[in-house]
């Protein structure tokens, strides 16, 4: 059983991990969907949930982007000696937008 040894306060660490360009890609791609989520959110809230093609479009685009950006993470946490933070962190709100944007698809077709 191997012991741990406390680290010093200032000790430097050297590792060869880098952050992946496909997770750093995928937390952009995050971001920019949760933004197109929010404007159309608030653009169709403002005309009472008649927001037009416009916002339409703007919701489709950003589930599209949000799918790609879910795939590109997934592809990004499966590389070799990389640091997990942004495909992690672009996998799950990708994740989480895809739904929000499936179970938004679902409610318009319901109503």
Known sequence: MRRRHKREKGELRLTDKK??????AAFVLSVVSFISFATACIMSGQKGGNGGPGVGIAGMAGFFIS???????????????????????????????????????ILGAVT
């Open 19 to 24: 952050h992946p360009p496909a997770g750093i």
């Open 67 to 105: 799918i790609t950006g879910f795939v590109i993470a997934w592809f990004g946490l499966h590389q070799d000696n990389i640091r997990p933070l942004f495909p992690a962190i672009g996998s799950v709100v990708n994740g989480l937008l895809v739904i929000l944007y499936m179970i938004l698809y």
